[in-house]
């Protein structure tokens, strides 16, 4: 499942290290509510600017 979610972070432009710290942090305080935004979709629409992929995903198409 962690695999899951990093590789989905990955995959939605923001860096894994910095998501997964990110929530690690703010989950304990988080309401059950609230937990959607944590989401790596959701919570790549608002720090893709922040937190950029290091390097940008490889491209198949050639």
Same mark, same amino acid.
């Given at each position: 499942?962690?695999?899951?979610?990093?590789?989905?972070?990955?995959?939605?432009?923001?860096? /894994?290290?910095?998501?997964?710290?990110?929530?690690?942090?703010?989950? @304990?305080?988080?309401? %059950?509510?609230?937990? =959607? +935004?944590?989401? /790596?979709?959701?919570?790549?629409?608002?720090?893709?600017?922040?937190? @950029?992929?290091?390097? %940008?995903?490889?491209? =198949? +198409?050639?």
């Amino acid at each position: 499942m962690l695999y899951t979610l990093l590789i989905s972070a990955r995959n939605h432009g923001v860096d /894994p290290q910095a998501y997964l710290k990110d929530v690690i942090e703010r989950l @304990p305080v988080t309401r %059950p509510a609230d937990l =959607d +935004a944590l989401l /790596p979709a959701n919570w790549a629409a608002g720090n893709r600017a922040t937190y @950029p992929l290091a390097k %940008p995903l490889r491209s =198949d +198409a050639a």
